[in-house]
């Protein structure tokens, strides 16, 4: 079946380390998102990419970076100099990335980062 | 208030009844799209409607979208246990990714 999958489900982070968070798509979607989910509120945008190795910052993109070297993956680093990186990570995929305006999204299930 | 935000926050009816929930924006759209999230899941897309169109339907799902107010509606009819989640509306902002608002939590009781 096609479909965008995240991992890990739930992932832990101590103070000062770098992680990564995996999104992988099988749905030949040229467009992928990454947006972050604070208990009880709405996604914001962290950063976008339409095509391969071209990728745009979002609103809250500082602590945060991204890779696109191939269509199906979009990984997530947080780095240490994101301070309050503990949220639900939602990943999302889009057909289409040249003509965005026909489609809805496919999210992922998410990735819960907790700092301990 | 943010791009597509909506309203209300919070909705709790009983199975059977109607439920409405409101999205208003504030720059000009090409499209606005609705989506479901259930707890602690990815958000899943239920309906898009484009700027030339004032309604749409899909099942038990009916969306109006009113340019000159720059508002939208999400209306399930014959609510059922089962669309206990939040619901949010997408808007493009002049640029390519969704903008989302803080979301309606709809409770629906059996």
């Known amino acids: 079946d096609g479909g965008i999958t995240q991992s890990p489900k739930y992932l832990f982070r101590k103070e000062g380390q770098n992680v990564t968070l995996s999104c992988e798509q099988n749905l030949n979607h040229d467009a992928m998102y990454w947006y972050r989910q604070d208990p009880g509120q709405g996604l914001r945008l962290i950063y976008y990419s339409q095509i391969v190795n071209d990728f745009q910052k979002g609103d809250i993109a500082e602590g945060y970076s991204v890779s696109r070297e191939k269509k199906e993956s979009f990984p997530l680093t947080v780095t240490s100099a994101q301070k309050n990186p503990t949220a639900f990570y939602l990943c999302?995929?889009?057909?289409?990335?040249?003509?965005?305006?026909?489609?809805?999204?496919?999210f992922g299930s998410g990735t819960r980062l907790t700092v301990v | 208030s943010q791009q597509g935000e909506e309203d209300p926050q919070a909705l709790s009816i009983q199975e059977g009844e109607n439920a409405t929930m409101n999205c208003s924006y504030k720059?000009?759209?090409?499209?606005l799209q609705w989506y479901r999230q259930n707890s602690g899941r990815g958000l899943v897309h239920l309906i898009l409607?484009?700027?030339?169109?004032r309604e749409k339907h899909s099942g038990r799902l009916r969306v109006t979208l009113d340019t000159s107010k720059k508002s939208s509606s999400l209306l399930i009819t014959a609510s059922r246990a089962a669309d206990t989640a939040s619901y949010f509306c997408g808007t493009y902002t002049g640029r390519r990714a969704l903008t989302f608002g803080s979301g309606t939590r709809l409770q629906v009781q059996p």
């Open positions: 999302a995929s889009q057909a289409e990335g040249n003509s965005p305006y026909k489609d809805g999204y496919t």
């Open positions: 720059t000009s759209i090409n499209n």
């Open positions: 409607i484009r700027s030339n169109e």
